[in-house]
């Protein structure tokens, strides 16, 4: 698959995670509809994000460094935006909770990064 494929497909998903995420946003109400009402907003949001961050951070990736590999790119930005978004649901999921205070932000940020390390510690292992 070319960067061009990946792009392509990646826009297309995310623009019907965000599309999913209005729809869920709109359509449902929470009070009626439960934890599921509480579920799809998380996951649309989360994809969406993702989607958004790794597009974007492929897209700067190849632009700024074009003498790595394009997969590298992807594979990087892809995974940093996992990260990324999860970090993002976590604090909101926090925020939601009622949970959310800086100690709670520095755990899960301490958590995101110390993930990252293991991922960027086991390639470098590799090769």
Do not use: N
């Not at 990736?61 to 976590?90: D, I, P, Y």
């Amino acid at each position: 698959m070319t960067f061009k494929d990946y792009s392509i497909v990646m826009a297309i998903a995310t623009v019907a995670a965000w599309a999913g995420w209005i729809v869920v946003l709109v359509a449902i109400d929470p009070t009626a509809s439960g934890w599921l009402g509480f579920l799809f907003f998380y996951l649309t949001l989360g994809m969406a994000v993702m989607g958004t961050l790794s597009i974007a951070g492929a897209g700067i990736r190849v632009w700024t460094k074009r003498e790595e590999l394009v997969s590298r790119h992807v594979s990087r930005s892809f995974r940093q935006g996992l990260l990324l978004a999860f970090l993002c649901m976590g604090a909101l999921g926090l925020l939601a909770a009622g949970l959310f205070t800086w100690w709670t932000a520095l755990l899960l940020i301490l958590l995101i990064s110390l993930s990252e390390l293991v991922f960027l510690s086991a390639q470098r292992g590799r090769g």
